[in-house]
């Protein structure tokens, strides 16, 4: 592995008052006071939480008061993962958790949009026009177990609408109306919906995208449907003529207005939403998450990694396509106010999201890496521009944060703000590792592995290595991992995504350090390695890198192997505005990754090109790249529904023909 680098600078430690008033510092207190468990710092607890995972688990059910219409028979059975089973017996509801945090005094929703002024809704609102839907819905004749998904984007009538059809024992499922129909056919078709929501039109990027056609489209190719509930989101009248069976919004809720909402119990595992996998080499994969899983898993990152309070704002910037949407929605477990924004965050200038934390009093802003590099190059000064009072963290995930995204923050937001990087994915909607406000900050670094999460980083021999890269896997189970995969009846494409190199070991599939300190760093994709004479490196060191040159929007790095000695390794940079590919800029690149990672990061040529290949949810796609570079067929590498712009793919098959050639 490649030498060590100096270990980030320390930015930011908690004082002492605040720790002593973090969420996770009473629930030590609590450990102590009634488990006879003392605990001194978060390190000793989260090594509790990964040894004695079902006393932790246990304790988590208990502090939290989990509402149970039928209780537990044992905490975990089974001892080899996937093949595991928790909470069995337990019968409750994920829904009916999140009422029982109405509060009259403060909104449960703070939204925006590109098309709607900041408004609020109320806890008794929300309430209200859920159980609104959720009467349709029954009339309808949904019930447990039953498929809805939701065509819609990231405002109140899309969330009202999944917490209705969880208070049912119904499945989510949700898509952002910027994907296209093929995106939306290979996600919703497998799971066979009754009832789709959807609207007429959004907004983005000050540009107006009427959706009625295609909404036709995919109520033609889903026999499955029974209705279609449509949210005028654009145009107040409507013309329905040519949709099959469709039912405006303002009418579910005056025909069911005095409803009362109740809760269906279901069993612990029992399905609360389907995500999917970015589907860049194949069809999507359905993941399934249960009820019970993920309200545990949730309430112990909100409350205990996230450090949410009722009194808090929480925001995250997503889409109804990313398991952040997922996330902020489960904000409300805790009774704080969810902030909510749909748009380009990017509209009309990288000013934007930073308004809204000023006009709607945001405390826990969570954004992208990527948001926080562009508002660095962008030149900004937040903490001068705009009134960050109320702000007390901010959380960044989606891609590593380079030190410099760290750095700038410090010196340019807030310089006693808390700020979290996270890493985790949609296979457990949720991190693996993340913040705690009992840690301090080091520019670089990941702050911990999160509680119940037994993260290490392993060797190619399966041996656990320390302040070494590695790969990134879970030794112990964790109540949100999948159930399952949606039809994979004998589990097999469930294993063989996670379980398929080290025996009972989750491989998740990055590299990552895990320092003396017991902080980590992300390396990238273990898939996308780049091995230059024997020495494995992980790519995002060297987009860290590129980040701090003021003329590069983004960058993609692949290394192509020739021979069995010999690789090829292209850079691949989106410049900035009027900027151009100079020798001058050349030689800063080099200079650049040369000082910054090491000689080996060095790529071998640089190429300009106008977009990089990116997924629905905005990722680039180095894996299928480096397929397609090596010659594997366009078709085979990557599928091209899943991309946010699959013209892009046409430089880089016509630059396989140019590899071809050379070598």
């Given at each position: 592995m490649e030498a060590e680098k100096?270990?980030?600078?320390?930015?930011?430690?908690?004082?002492?008052?605040?720790?002593?008033?973090?969420?996770?510092k009473k629930f030590m207190n609590w450990l102590e006071e009634n488990k006879g468990l003392k605990f001194e710092t978060y390190n000793q607890l989260w090594k509790w939480s990964v040894t004695e995972i079902e006393n932790f688990w246990a304790a988590i059910w208990e502090y939290f008061n989990i509402l149970a219409s039928r209780n537990y028979l044992e905490v975990l059975?089974?001892?080899?993962?996937?093949?595991?089973k928790w909470f069995q017996g337990a019968m409750l509801n994920y829904a009916?958790?999140?009422?029982?945090?109405?509060?009259?005094?403060?909104?449960?929703?703070?939204?925006?949009?590109?098309?709607?002024?900041?408004?609020?809704?109320?806890?008794?609102?929300?309430?209200?026009?859920?159980?609104?839907v959720a009467a349709h819905l029954r009339s309808m004749g949904v019930k447990s177990g039953d498929r809805v998904v939701g065509y819609a984007p990231n405002i109140p009538e899309t969330l009202t609408f999944f917490l209705a059809c969880a208070s049912l024992g119904a499945i989510w499922s949700s898509c952002s109306p910027e994907f296209g129909i093929k995106s939306v056919i290979d996600r919703f078709k497998q799971i066979e919906p009754t009832i789709l929501l959807t609207v007429d039109g959004y907004q983005y990027g000050g540009k107006r995208y009427n959706r009625i056609e295609v909404v036709k489209r995919i109520q033609s190719e889903l026999p499955s449907l029974k209705q279609?509930?449509?949210?005028?989101?654009?145009?107040?009248?409507?013309?329905?003529?040519?949709?099959?069976?469709?039912?405006?919004?303002?009418?579910?809720?005056?025909?069911?207005?005095?409803?009362?909402?109740?809760?269906?119990?279901?069993?612990?595992?029992?399905p609360l939403w389907i995500l999917y996998s970015s589907g860049t080499t194949g069809k999507p994969k359905g993941i399934v998450q249960s009820q019970g899983g993920i309200l545990l898993e949730h309430l112990k990152m909100h409350v205990l990694q996230m450090d949410v309070k009722k009194e808090d704002?929480?925001?995250?910037?997503?889409?109804?396509?990313?398991?952040?949407?997922?996330?902020?929605?489960?904000?409300?477990?805790?009774?704080?106010?969810?902030?909510?924004?749909?748009?380009?965050?990017?509209?009309?200038?990288?000013?934007?999201?930073?308004?809204?934390?000023?006009?709607?009093?945001?405390?826990?802003?969570?954004?992208?890496?990527?948001?926080?590099?562009?508002?660095?190059?962008?030149e900004m000064y937040p903490k001068k521009q705009f009134n960050l009072s109320k702000l007390r963290c901010i959380g960044s995930t989606g891609s590593p944060l380079p030190e410099s995204g760290f750095n700038w923050v410090y010196e340019h937001v807030k310089e006693d703000v808390w700020l979290t990087s996270t890493s985790g994915g949609t296979d457990i909607c949720s991190g693996f590792l993340g913040g705690s406000p009992l840690l301090p900050v080091y520019s670089g670094e990941i702050q911990a592995r999160a509680l119940g999460a037994a993260v290490k980083a392993y060797n190619d021999e399966g041996q656990e290595v320390i302040d070494k890269i590695g790969e990134l896997v879970i030794t112990e189970p964790m109540p949100s991992m999948p159930v399952y995969f949606w039809n994979d009846e004998n589990?097999?494409?469930?294993?063989?995504?996670?379980?398929?190199?080290?025996?009972?070991?989750?491989?998740?599939?990055?590299?990552?350090?895990?320092?003396?300190?017991?902080?980590?760093?992300?390396?990238?994709?273990?898939?996308?390695?780049?091995?230059?004479?024997?020495?494995?490196?992980?790519?995002?060191?060297?987009?860290?890198?590129?980040?701090?040159?003021?003329?590069?929007?983004?960058?993609?790095?692949?290394?192509?192997?020739?021979?069995?000695?010999?690789?090829?390794?292209?850079?691949?940079?989106?410049?900035?505005?009027?900027?151009?590919?100079?020798?001058?800029?050349?030689?800063?690149?080099?200079?650049?990754?040369?000082?910054?990672?090491?000689?080996?990061h060095v790529p071998n040529d640089i190429f300009s090109v106008e977009d990089l290949p990116k997924t629905l949810n905005g990722k680039k796609i180095e894996v299928p790249i480096k397929k397609i570079l090596m010659g594997i067929p366009v078709e085979q590498a990557v599928n091209e529904g899943s991309l946010l712009n699959p013209g892009s793919l046409r430089y880089f098959i016509e630059f396989e023909e140019w590899i071809r050639g050379m070598y």
């Open positions: 100096a270990q980030g600078k320390l930015l930011w430690e908690p004082p002492q008052e605040m720790q002593m008033n973090t969420n996770v059975s089974g001892s080899n993962m996937p093949d595991v009916e958790h999140i009422f029982r945090n109405e509060n009259a005094e403060r909104p449960a929703i703070i939204h925006k949009s590109e098309s709607r002024p900041v408004q609020q809704l109320s806890w008794k609102e929300l309430k209200n026009n859920t159980a609104a279609t509930i449509l949210i005028p989101n654009m145009e107040e009248q409507i013309e329905l003529s040519g949709m099959t069976n469709t039912l405006l919004w303002p009418v579910i809720l005056k025909n069911n207005i005095d409803s009362t909402l109740t809760f269906t119990p279901v069993p612990f595992d029992h704002r929480f925001f995250w910037y997503s889409t109804t396509g990313w398991m952040m949407w997922n996330i902020v929605v489960s904000g409300l477990l805790t009774g704080a106010t969810i902030v909510m924004y749909d748009g380009n965050p990017g509209y009309p200038n990288n000013e934007t999201l930073w308004k809204l934390a000023e006009s709607t009093k945001i405390t826990i802003f969570g954004t992208s890496a990527s948001f926080l590099i562009e508002s660095m190059k962008a589990g097999s494409r469930y294993k063989n995504s996670y379980f398929n190199v080290f025996s009972d070991v989750w491989r998740h599939g990055d590299f990552i350090k895990i320092t003396t300190r017991e902080t980590a760093i992300i390396y990238g994709r273990s898939d996308a390695t780049i091995n230059r004479g024997g020495i494995r490196m992980g790519t995002s060191e060297i987009y860290g890198a590129l980040d701090t040159i003021q003329e590069i929007n983004d960058s993609l790095i692949v290394d192509i192997p020739i021979n069995s000695n010999e690789s090829y390794m292209p850079l691949f940079i989106v410049l900035k505005g009027e900027s151009l590919l100079t020798n001058e800029l050349r030689s800063t690149i080099y200079q650049t990754i040369r000082l910054s990672c090491s000689p080996r």
